[in-house]
Each structure stands twice: as C-alpha cells, then as structure tokens.
C-alpha cells in the first residue's frame, strides 16, 4: 500500500502548483484524504482535507482561499491546487489516508502517508 507524492517545486511568490498523490495496492475511494505539510523546525501541520465523496472539504486558515483540495476516485489520486503562493507556504507536503473518513486535522488520525513532496516558495 503506497501514496505516492509529486508535483513540488520551486516556484516565485504569487505562482501556482499543483500536487497530485497518487495511491495504489489498495483503494483510497471510501477515505477521507488530507495534505500536511512540514517547515524546517517545524511540527507538521494540517492543510486540507476531503471526503470520500469529493462533497466536504475543509481547509486551514492559513490556505483558505488559496488553495483548492479535489480527487480522482476512480484514478485514486487526489490533488492540491495551490494558488497565489507565499515564502511561508515553503515546506515538504505530505498526502495521507484516513480509512474512517471523519475529516480529521491532526496527523495522528491518518492510517496511510506518502513520502512527501517538497515546495519552496521564492520571495
């Protein structure tokens, strides 16, 4: 069982991308689906999430408006759209899978985490 992280990069403030986490040996299509990231120094933190069925997102303060959470069931990925980026958005980004779908936002509650992708953000 696997989530696979890509899409990071460096890019300048203001800039976009796009993260996608693709799962497989089993399917993600009935978990909830959450983005954390990492800084440097820093514990990781919660930045989105979505339920199974696409239909209920919920999104830290800090990301709120600027980026966008969505999945693939049937590709069994999910993916973080990141818009209007800041230095402070620099950091790994990490996927991960809660089987009992409950729209968590601690790390803890997550059974299934990718490997982590890495965004910094240039001033």
């Known amino acids: 069982v696997q989530l696979q992280a890509s899409g990071g990069g460096l890019v300048q403030a203001g800039g976009s991308l796009r993260l996608s986490c693709a799962g497989s040996?089993?399917?993600?299509?009935?978990?909830?689906m959450g983005w954390f990231r990492q800084a440097p120094g820093k514990e990781r933190e919660f930045v989105a999430a979505i339920n199974w069925s696409g239909t209920s997102t919920l999104y830290a303060n800090s990301v709120k408006g600027r980026f966008t959470i969505s999945r693939e069931n049937a590709k069994n990925t999910v993916y973080l759209q990141m818009n209007s980026l800041k230095p402070e958005d620099t950091a790994v980004y990490y996927c991960?899978?809660?089987?009992?779908?409950?729209?968590?936002?601690?790390?803890?509650?997550?059974?299934?985490w990718g490997q982590g992708t890495q965004v910094t953000v240039s001033s």
């Open positions: 991960a899978a809660d089987r009992s779908n409950g729209m968590k936002t601690t790390a803890y509650d997550y059974d299934y």
């Open positions: 040996g089993r399917s993600f299509s009935l978990d909830t």
